[in-house]
């Protein structure tokens, strides 16, 4: 049985920075894809960064390009994201995703649906 568990979440000021972990279990961590969402109250899940098996490819939305970076510690089978120049438009509730270990998430890393596995979730507040 897959099992996300995120951690890291809390409540920062305007360009602080804040690092959300995810530890994986019940998987192949090093052939599976990951990937960070995010959910407002009211809005659709949407993609904030992922990583690909082997992290050698790492895909980020626009907003999160030069102020957030993924990364997969394959000895802790946990995958990060690191968060900096915070700003109160990243406020959210953070979910960690993981793909399916034997499928090819190629040109579907941005799509929610091709995930298969999430975590509860962790609350990022970012404070003006």
């Known amino acids: 049985q897959v099992q996300l568990v995120e951690s890291g979440g809390g409540l920062v000021q305007a360009g602080g920075s804040l690092r959300l972990s995810c530890a994986a279990s019940g998987q192949t961590f090093s052939r599976a894809a990951m990937g960070w969402f995010r959910q407002d109250p009211g809005k659709e899940r949407e993609f904030v960064a992922a990583?690909?098996?082997?992290?050698?490819?790492?895909y980020y939305t626009d907003s999160a390009k030069g102020r957030f970076t993924i990364s997969k510690d394959y000895a802790k089978n946990t995958v990060y994201l690191q968060m900096s120049s915070l700003k109160p438009e990243d406020t959210a509730v953070y979910y960690c995703a993981s793909g399916e270990s034997y499928l090819n998430l190629a040109g579907r890393y941005r799509e929610r649906t091709a995930y298969a596995y999430w975590g509860q979730g962790t609350q990022v507040t970012v404070s003006s």
């Open positions: 990583i690909s098996p082997a992290g050698v490819s790492t």
